[in-house]
């Protein structure tokens, strides 16, 4: 089973609103990504965690705030957002293990974001 | 720096034909991974594929495979029996090396496949 899930498929949000995005696998993996993707474009790297801790943050705008309650779980806490972060949020988890297919990332189907 | 070249933006292929996408990558690390991801219009990244720069064999997944060609720095996926299911936005992806246990992915440009009857 290589599921990863997201809540909410779409998400509607003023500027002012304060809104969480959740992720959720259970395989198992030790490494889990949020990235972000505008129309026609590639995805691109917002967050890492590896066994819980933050790993790398690619610049991110403080208004998004990550959150890995335990291995199992992702957040993205949005606050204060503007139009142009409206995109595709996409989260993927990996085993977290150097070996062959141990660092495939797997992705969850989203959450489409619009921000008024 | 690690770079991900895809140079074909559209491609139409008939269906039951087999048809290939081109990947050229370039990294000055001798270890690294290459991924061939799809992505239907309903936005989720499926992965198809994937081959390590240490492999001997070309990676194979169904109807799926991966031309590797290591000293040309392409990892072309060819598909083969084309569905219509198959038409959506395909895109090769190589690994960055030095990422600990985390994976940190370099993405192409992508290339949108067209399945017609």
């Known amino acids: 089973d290589t599921e990863v899930t997201q809540t909410p498929k779409h998400l509607v949000m003023g500027m002012t609103n304060k809104k969480s995005l959740k992720c959720e696998q259970h395989?198992?993996?030790?490494?889990m990504y949020w990235y972000k993707q505008k129309a026609k474009k590639p995805p691109e790297l917002m967050f890492v965690?590896?066994?819980?801790?933050?790993?790398i943050n690619e610049s991110v705008p403080s208004r998004f705030s990550p959150e890995c309650p335990n291995s199992s779980l992702l957040n993205l806490h949005l606050h204060a957002l503007q139009p142009e972060d409206s995109a595709l949020y996409l989260c993927?988890?990996?085993?977290?293990?150097?070996?062959?297919?141990?660092?495939?990332?797997?992705f969850g189907p989203g959450t489409r974001l619009t921000v008024l | 720096a690690q770079k991900i070249t895809q140079t074909q933006p559209g491609m139409f292929v008939q269906e039951k034909e087999a048809v290939t996408l081109d990947c050229t990558y370039d990294?000055?690390?001798?270890?690294?991974?290459l991924f061939w991801y799809k992505q239907p219009s309903s936005g989720e990244m499926i992965f198809l594929i994937y081959?390590?720069?240490?492999?001997?064999q070309n990676a194979t997944e169904g109807r799926y495979s991966l031309n590797f060609q290591k000293a040309r720095k392409s990892a072309n996926l060819v598909i083969s029996a084309s569905q219509l299911g198959d038409s959506a936005m395909y895109f090769c992806a190589m690994r960055e090396v030095n990422t600990g246990t985390a994976s940190k992915l370099t993405f192409g440009t992508g290339t949108r496949l067209q399945v017609t009857l």
């Open positions: 990294t000055s690390d001798p270890s690294y991974g």
């Open positions: 081959q390590g720069s240490y492999d001997q």
């Open positions: 965690y590896s066994y819980e801790k933050l790993s």
């Open positions: 395989m198992g993996h030790r490494a």
């Open positions: 993927a988890s990996s085993q977290g293990s150097e070996a062959g297919g141990g660092v495939t990332q797997y």
